[in-house]
């Protein structure tokens, strides 16, 4: 009871799977939606950072648009994943609210992705990035049905599933992830759970932060500021 | 993962910009773009970094480019990001560097 209550601010940790080795730093990211301006600059970043294929349907990082109307009706946009900036489309008048949503892989700690993969391709490293080994991937495709995020697509060269590394190849040279050091507003934060000084702990304490669909219990460690219940 | 470890970097970060262009940098940090990384506008910059001759990166100025961010849009928060209407604001000159310097925003051109 009482470790539950020291744990309950992050659920992630509370449902586990692995342990986390205190030893090593555990990420997670923070996404301030009322800071986000839909400039695109991170779905730019990732792309060239990570030899994304350039065709509009591959993703590691993308944006939408979603504009809840008077009527109650939503409208959601993400033309070419917001690579080349938005362009409202519903008329002012009849627009109740519209906001940004950045997407990526939430690092989930119980991710669906790892535990359907059939010959152990997909994995958890042990700072909580999940990671995918394309020696082993089959590319049979489970990985991208079970994510509940849509962050998964299979690369066209390589026959293999790919999706976000939370740059892990700059985190391991001491830089930051690229969407993170292209962000023009700060509205991504990364950072170490297990560090109390870290720019994401004072992110977690100062707002009030949820997770993508949390009924999934998927574990997951991307939180948002100001997140709407229409956000699927 | 010691492979996806080894992979290179492709931006390289401001720090590494400024070993070179620490008059441009020394001007972005004294104006409004003061947090901007110089990547967001000028692109990854490590092929640059290895032969600045042969690697040029974008020098973008246009309403386009720089709609992305500063164009109108209900979604953007005035208190996080000035915005303009990119197609009637100052028609008469053709891109937004003609009059503002990207690096010092408020510094106008003739």
């Not at chain 1, 470790?3 to 730093?25: D, I, T």
């Not at chain 1, 627009?95 to 958890?124: D, L, R």
Request: hydrophobic residues 30%; aromatic residues 8%; glycine residues 6%.
């Amino acid at each position: 009871m009482v470790v539950g209550a020291a744990v309950k601010p992050f659920q992630a940790m509370l449902f586990a799977a692995n342990e986390p080795e205190k030893s090593k730093p555990w990420y997670a990211i923070g996404i301030d939606i009322e800071k986000c301006i839909g400039c695109g600059s991170c779905a730019r970043a990732c792309k060239a950072e990570n030899d994304v294929p350039k065709e509009p349907f591959f993703f590691r990082s993308w944006v939408e648009q979603y504009t809840i109307k008077n009527d109650g009706t939503l409208a959601v946009q993400s033309p070419n994943g917001g690579i080349d900036s938005f362009v409202q489309t519903v008329p002012e008048a009849e627009i109740f609210k519209s906001f940004f949503v950045p997407k990526m892989c939430n690092h989930c700690a119980k991710s669906p992705c790892v535990q359907v993969c059939p010959v152990g391709a997909t994995y958890e490293s042990p700072e909580g990035i999940v990671l995918v080994d394309e020696k082993y991937c089959i590319g049979c495709r489970y990985c991208i049905q079970a994510c509940p995020y849509g962050c998964r697509y299979l690369h066209p060269e390589k026959q293999t599933a790919d999706k976000c590394t939370l740059c892990y190849h700059r985190l391991k040279k001491g830089l930051n992830p690229a969407c993170f050091d292209v962000c023009p507003t700060g509205a991504r934060i990364y950072g170490d759970l297990h560090d109390m000084n870290s720019p994401l702990h004072k992110f977690l304490k100062e707002h009030s932060t949820q997770v993508l669909k949390p009924q999934l219990n998927t574990g997951s460690k991307l939180f948002y500021n100001g997140l709407s219940s229409e956000v699927r | 993962m010691d492979e996806i470890a080894a992979l290179p970097a492709h931006h390289i970060g401001k720090a590494a910009c400024t070993d070179c262009h620490d008059t441009e940098a020394a001007k972005l940090s004294s104006d409004l773009h003061t947090g901007l990384s110089c990547e967001v506008c000028h692109g990854p910059g490590y092929q640059h970094m290895d032969d600045p001759e042969k690697y040029k990166l974008n020098k973008p100025g246009t309403r386009e480019f720089c709609g992305k961010c500063h164009d109108l849009n209900p979604a953007r928060r005035t208190e996080v990001i000035h915005q303009i209407d990119i197609k009637t604001h100052n028609i008469e000159r053709a891109d937004c560097i003609d009059c503002h310097n990207p690096h010092a925003v408020w510094e106008m051109k003739d």
